[in-house]
């Protein structure tokens, strides 16, 4: 059996990068991790990334090598690595989220005081924020389809 793996880094962007930018990053990035198997979630605001990626010890690894050696990079900080049960991201094989959306009292909640600059959180808070990211997502994507109907 396939060992699963989370991890979770935080980066800064080389250069000036807007919100539609990085939707385009992370689309692209879906595309390679649907074929790779890799599930994840990218949250990015003021020239920062916080990405957590899920899936096979080898596809993991070797998203995070191609990750590392882009570069747009800079300041790569990997926040946590372990084997998991499940996935967390399952629903998504690589969903953005825009940090400003998240609201400062619910970042400051996950340890962001003044602006969402991930490379200060603990492994604990990064993934906090990441799961309260993925509940709104399913919060607001249900809500769509209740008002749809």
Do not use: C
């Amino acid at each position: 059996m396939t060992m699963l793996v989370q991890l979770i880094y935080t980066s800064s962007y080389e250069g000036s990068i807007g919100l539609e930018q990085a939707r385009d990053i992370a689309r692209k990035a879906g595309v390679a991790n649907e074929q790779n198997g890799v599930t994840g979630l990218l949250m990015f605001g003021h020239g920062h990334f916080l990405q957590v990626l899920e899936g096979s010890t080898d596809a993991v690894n070797e998203t995070y090598q191609r990750i590392a050696k882009d570069p747009r990079h800079r300041r790569l900080r990997l926040l946590s690595y372990r084997e998991v049960g499940a996935r967390d991201f399952a629903a998504w094989h690589m969903q953005h989220v825009d940090a400003s959306s998240i609201g400062a009292v619910h970042l400051q909640r996950h340890g962001l005081v003044e602006h969402f600059e991930p490379s200060r959180l603990r492994a604990s808070q990064a993934l906090g924020l990441l799961r309260f990211a993925a509940r709104s997502i399913e919060i607001k994507t249900a809500s769509s389809t209740v008002n749809a109907a």
